[in-house]
């Protein structure tokens, strides 16, 4: 007996002497950041020359953003948990790191339960909460106390003995919660447990990437009576998808295709569009997708076997109808009439920040356009920021025709703008959307909207046009000669208009023909021959060339071509 009281004894003393389990490290706290620089990106699948999405659209935006945050903490000595509230909803944490202080991260976490309706009644579920009801009859509030009995995609609280769904009875109907359950958030939060440290006031730099970003250019060019010059103004439009604004942030773009990947390459043999299913399907059963944390309340239909069918409004947001008016475009040499051309973005919230130009610098084969000034990105946004604006550049408005083999395509009116590196603009241009005006009549007019891709210093910018009025160039193509694998042909550029018309006709080798022995004086650009030539009002202007037929000869990796003899 005193033997296994010995043993007993043995055994608690052994217990009181083991080291106890460590607790859990002290969490600190940050509010928000000391200072935020953005850094975006352009959707690297989206042509730099295509519009930016409609904020309304569902889809995400496609370009991204690199986030530096910089927060000042006083932390405890030894380890510590540091809760980064307010970072970017599309934050992609695996992508954080930490700088500042003497230890490293040892976990990460974000945390995107964030306080939501779904995240309040899925806390509150089987509990009591305030129920605020209207009187029919008085128009004031009543409360009671009820429990919630199921989730959030079918409301159902108990109250009185019975059951009832919320917001089903067609009267204002009111959930009230008496505190923030555990584990939700306010904001998008990120989470990282840090090793042994001396503590103290530390300064911290956080830095990311998140998607659900993009940004283009949008030039306004005013064309001068005679189409010869133009001034030239250009934004950079920045959009924000995001549910974080960003306050007085050092923000930057660049220019330029980076690729990109925000998914893991695919195994082999995986198929990509049952991954995407597959993708789309888990986030549309994830309920703390942010797609998802909204909830729509679904009742069971209303009325009886002898009323109508219920239906669609006959009119709602999306069904309005609209007249659409119609305006004349096209730049003109002289006076005229004219008009306002459509705007895609007039329901947008446009923030406009054009006081200070931002200025450009070279990354490389990059270009970086830094506001000058700190600014706010605000949740779900737009903003503008001028970064150009060049007077007097020289222009011109010519008619382009193009043959490949034995085939004619054109005219395309287009505005050619001069951007040498010696010239007044001088600059390379970030692809975007164009909008162009004239004055006519003593009024400024809106004359045409196209688009353009990327252009470097010394590169071409042709600017596509509608048909201006009164000008009517056409091309005729007829056949002169043939022999065996040969034809001759004369194109005839005709001016039917009353003013003298710039004209290009460019020469292309097509897949099994060639153009030689051309009329005319060419230069080569972009590996096509070039026939520049005006042509007089009411005049024609004509050219011969030859298109033979080649054939191609050898294995499909050689560059042997094989035509008829001279």
Request: aromatic share 8%.
């Given at each position: 007996m005193a033997r296994a009281a010995s043993g007993w004894l043995l055994a608690m003393v052994a217990m009181l002497a083991a080291p106890a389990r460590a607790d859990e490290p002290p969490v600190v706290a940050s509010a928000k950041p000391d200072h935020v620089a953005l850094s975006l990106y352009r959707d690297p699948n989206r042509e730099p020359d295509s519009r930016l999405p409609a904020p309304d659209e569902e889809e995400p935006l496609g370009g991204f953003a690199l986030i530096r945050e910089t927060r000042t903490l006083d932390l405890p000595r030894g380890p510590v948990t540091i809760r980064f509230e307010g970072v970017s909803s599309s934050i992609m944490p695996?992508?954080?790191?930490?700088?500042?202080?003497?230890?490293?991260?040892?976990?990460?976490?974000?945390?995107?339960?964030?306080?939501?309706?779904?995240?309040?009644?899925?806390?509150?579920?089987?509990?009591?909460?305030?129920?605020?009801?209207?009187?029919?009859?008085?128009?004031?509030?009543?409360?009671?106390?009820?429990?919630?009995?199921?989730?959030?995609?079918?409301?159902?609280?108990?109250?009185?003995?019975?059951?009832?769904?919320?917001?089903?009875?067609?009267?204002?109907?009111?959930?009230?919660?008496?505190?923030?359950?555990?584990?939700?958030?306010?904001?998008?939060?990120?989470?990282?447990?840090?090793?042994d440290q001396p503590g103290g006031r530390t300064t911290l730099e956080l830095t990311y990437l998140a998607t659900n970003f993009d940004w283009q250019s949008n030039y306004v060019g005013e064309v001068a009576d005679r189409a010869d010059a133009a001034d030239l103004f250009a934004w950079l439009t920045v959009a924000s998808g995001d549910s974080t604004s960003f306050v007085g942030a050092d923000m930057a773009v660049i220019a330029g295709r980076i690729a990109f990947f925000n998914q893991p390459p695919l195994p082999e043999g995986v198929n990509r569009w049952e991954e995407e299913e597959r993708r789309e399907e888990e986030a549309r059963q994830d309920p703390w997708h942010p797609d998802n944390i909204e909830v729509w309340f679904d009742c069971w239909p209303q009325g009886s076997t002898g009323a109508a069918p219920f239906g669609s409004r006959l009119f709602g947001p999306q069904s309005l109808p609209s007249a659409q008016p119609e305006y004349a475009l096209g730049l003109f040499y002289g006076g005229g009439g004219g008009g306002c051309g459509d705007d895609d973005e007039s329901g947008c919230d446009i923030v406009v920040t054009g006081s200070r130009i931002a200025p450009r610098e070279d990354i490389g084969d990059y270009k970086l356009y830094r506001v000058p000034q700190p600014t706010t990105l605000g949740a779900h946004s737009r903003k503008q920021i001028a970064f150009l604006e060049k007077a007097g550049v020289r222009v011109e408005m010519l008619h382009i025709f193009e043959l490949r083999g034995d085939d004619v395509s054109g005219p395309q009116t287009v505005l050619r703008i001069d951007n040498r590196r010696d010239g007044p603009l001088g600059e390379p241009l970030p692809g975007g959307q164009v909008a162009l005006f004239q004055a006519r009549a003593g009024e400024r007019m809106f004359a045409a909207d196209t688009q353009m891709k990327d252009?470097?210093?010394?590169?071409?910018?042709?600017?596509?046009?509608?048909?201006?009025?009164?000008?009517?160039?056409?091309?005729?193509?007829?056949?002169?000669?043939s022999g065996e694998g040969w034809t001759r042909y004369r194109l005839t550029i005709e001016n039917d208009g009353e003013s003298a018309e710039p004209v290009e006709v460019s020469f292309a080798d097509a897949y099994g023909y060639a153009i030689d022995k051309i009329g005319k004086a060419v230069r080569v650009r972009n590996g096509k021959r070039i026939w520049s030539v005006t042509v007089p009002a009411e005049g024609k202007r004509s050219v011969e060339y030859r298109v033979r037929e080649i054939v191609r000869i050898g294995a499909d990796n050689q560059d042997d071509w094989e035509g008829p003899d001279e």
């Amino acid at each position: 007996m005193a033997r296994a009281a010995s043993g007993w004894l043995l055994a608690m003393v052994a217990m009181l002497a083991a080291p106890a389990r460590a607790d859990e490290p002290p969490v600190v706290a940050s509010a928000k950041p000391d200072h935020v620089a953005l850094s975006l990106y352009r959707d690297p699948n989206r042509e730099p020359d295509s519009r930016l999405p409609a904020p309304d659209e569902e889809e995400p935006l496609g370009g991204f953003a690199l986030i530096r945050e910089t927060r000042t903490l006083d932390l405890p000595r030894g380890p510590v948990t540091i809760r980064f509230e307010g970072v970017s909803s599309s934050i992609m944490p695996e992508s954080a790191l930490l700088r500042g202080g003497d230890a490293k991260p040892r976990e990460k976490n974000f945390d995107r339960r964030l306080l939501s309706q779904r995240g309040l009644i899925h806390a509150f579920t089987g509990q009591q909460v305030l129920l605020r009801t209207i009187d029919p009859a008085s128009g004031k509030p009543r409360y009671e106390r009820v429990r919630v009995r199921s989730g959030p995609e079918a409301l159902i609280v108990e109250r009185g003995g019975g059951f009832e769904a919320v917001q089903c009875s067609g009267l204002p109907q009111t959930l009230l919660y008496d505190a923030v359950p555990a584990g939700l958030t306010p904001v998008p939060t990120l989470s990282m447990t840090l090793g042994d440290q001396p503590g103290g006031r530390t300064t911290l730099e956080l830095t990311y990437l998140a998607t659900n970003f993009d940004w283009q250019s949008n030039y306004v060019g005013e064309v001068a009576d005679r189409a010869d010059a133009a001034d030239l103004f250009a934004w950079l439009t920045v959009a924000s998808g995001d549910s974080t604004s960003f306050v007085g942030a050092d923000m930057a773009v660049i220019a330029g295709r980076i690729a990109f990947f925000n998914q893991p390459p695919l195994p082999e043999g995986v198929n990509r569009w049952e991954e995407e299913e597959r993708r789309e399907e888990e986030a549309r059963q994830d309920p703390w997708h942010p797609d998802n944390i909204e909830v729509w309340f679904d009742c069971w239909p209303q009325g009886s076997t002898g009323a109508a069918p219920f239906g669609s409004r006959l009119f709602g947001p999306q069904s309005l109808p609209s007249a659409q008016p119609e305006y004349a475009l096209g730049l003109f040499y002289g006076g005229g009439g004219g008009g306002c051309g459509d705007d895609d973005e007039s329901g947008c919230d446009i923030v406009v920040t054009g006081s200070r130009i931002a200025p450009r610098e070279d990354i490389g084969d990059y270009k970086l356009y830094r506001v000058p000034q700190p600014t706010t990105l605000g949740a779900h946004s737009r903003k503008q920021i001028a970064f150009l604006e060049k007077a007097g550049v020289r222009v011109e408005m010519l008619h382009i025709f193009e043959l490949r083999g034995d085939d004619v395509s054109g005219p395309q009116t287009v505005l050619r703008i001069d951007n040498r590196r010696d010239g007044p603009l001088g600059e390379p241009l970030p692809g975007g959307q164009v909008a162009l005006f004239q004055a006519r009549a003593g009024e400024r007019m809106f004359a045409a909207d196209t688009q353009m891709k990327d252009k470097a210093v010394g590169e071409l910018v042709d600017l596509d046009l509608p048909d201006p009025d009164g000008v009517s160039v056409d091309a005729d193509q007829e056949e002169l000669d043939s022999g065996e694998g040969w034809t001759r042909y004369r194109l005839t550029i005709e001016n039917d208009g009353e003013s003298a018309e710039p004209v290009e006709v460019s020469f292309a080798d097509a897949y099994g023909y060639a153009i030689d022995k051309i009329g005319k004086a060419v230069r080569v650009r972009n590996g096509k021959r070039i026939w520049s030539v005006t042509v007089p009002a009411e005049g024609k202007r004509s050219v011969e060339y030859r298109v033979r037929e080649i054939v191609r000869i050898g294995a499909d990796n050689q560059d042997d071509w094989e035509g008829p003899d001279e």
